[in-house]
């Protein structure tokens, strides 16, 4: 009866793991398309009613960071706001966020504009490739994670 329930610990636990794993794919798409949808109130903000960047910052401590996920305020820039609410889970978004906050606020708002179209871009690119991917790599993960399950309850019994 103990190797049997200590069998199913490990098991149930595997399972868990390829489960949180699945979820931090979601979680990460869910990220991506806040971050895109960030540039694209900056830019709106820019375009349409010609707000300067601190303003627009200001907005979003108000409202728009608890959406978004942004724990800290925007002071420190939106690389480091991104970095500090965990947001930023892979190299893809975390280097275009980071070029995305070096060039943001230098040029005139046209290229501003053109900036936050393109960081948008990008990151919906990314999402889209890892929504059309989502499916199958948790049914790999749930797979691999119950396969070495198994296997370990195999090798210690």
Do not use: H, N, W
């Not at 979680?27 to 707000?51: N, W």
């Not at 948790?138 to 119950?146: L, Q």
């Amino acid at each position: 009866m103990l190797k049997f329930a200590g069998a199913m610990i490990v098991i149930l636990s595997s399972l868990g793991v390829g489960y949180f794993l699945g979820e931090s794919i979601r979680r990460r798409i869910r990220d991506i398309d806040a971050l895109a949808d960030f540039a694209d109130f900056v830019s709106s903000e820019i375009a349409v009613y010609k707000t300067p960047l601190p303003e627009i910052f200001a907005k979003c401590d108000d409202r728009y960071l608890a959406e978004t996920g942004f724990a800290g305020g925007l002071g420190g820039g939106v690389y480091t706001a991104a970095a500090d609410s965990g947001m930023l889970a892979g190299d893809e978004e975390r280097q275009i966020i980071r070029d995305f906050s070096a060039k943001i606020g230098s040029g005139g708002a046209e290229d501003m504009v053109k900036l936050c179209a393109y960081t948008a871009s990008r990151l919906r690119t990314i999402s889209e490739r890892l929504k059309k991917d989502l499916p199958e790599k948790r049914k790999i993960y749930r797979a691999v994670s119950a396969l070495a399950g198994v296997s370990v309850v195999i090798m210690l019994i």
